[in-house]
Nanobody
Framework: QVQLVESGGGLVQAGGSLRLSCAPS????????MGWFRQAPGKEREFVTAISRSGGTTDYADSVKGRFIISRDNARNTVYLQMNSLKPEDTATYYC????????????????????WGEGTQVTVSS
């Protein structure tokens, strides 16, 4: 059983930065496609970013492109989401997701492609 644990959320002013971390327990990270999603109150969960097993391929939602950076450190078994130039509309619960399985894609924007999820960490950006 894989458990994903997110950390690093909090309250920040607009224009500020936060770094989220996601560390899985029970399995090594190197075999997984990793993604970050977010969900604001009253809205559907949406794709933020994803990174391939090797880290060589990344994908970003248009809303965060140029501001957010996903990275992974397989030696530390951790995935990071560096969030810069934060805006109030970035306020949401952020979820880490992992796909362990046969190689079907390098990254994915679809929630259904991920088979493990964290419980989320709250990010609040004040104006």
């Amino acid at each position: 059983q894989v458990q994903l644990v997110e950390s690093g959320g909090g309250l920040v002013q607009a224009g500020g930065s936060l770094r989220l971390s996601c560390a899985p327990s029970g399995r090594t990270l190197s075999g997984a496609v990793m993604g970050w999603f977010r969900q604001a109150p009253g809205k559907e969960r949406e794709f933020v970013t994803a990174i391939s097993r090797s880290g060589g391929t990344t994908d970003y939602a248009d809303s965060v492109k140029g501001r957010f950076i996903i990275s992974r450190d397989n030696a530390r078994n951790t995935v990071y989401l560096q969030m810069n130039s934060l805006k109030p509309e970035d306020t949401a619960t952020y979820y880490c997701a992992a796909y362990f399985g046969p190689l079907r894609f390098s990254t994915s924007q679809r929630t259904n492609d991920y088979n493990y999820w964290g419980e989320g960490t709250q990010v609040t950006v004040s104006s």
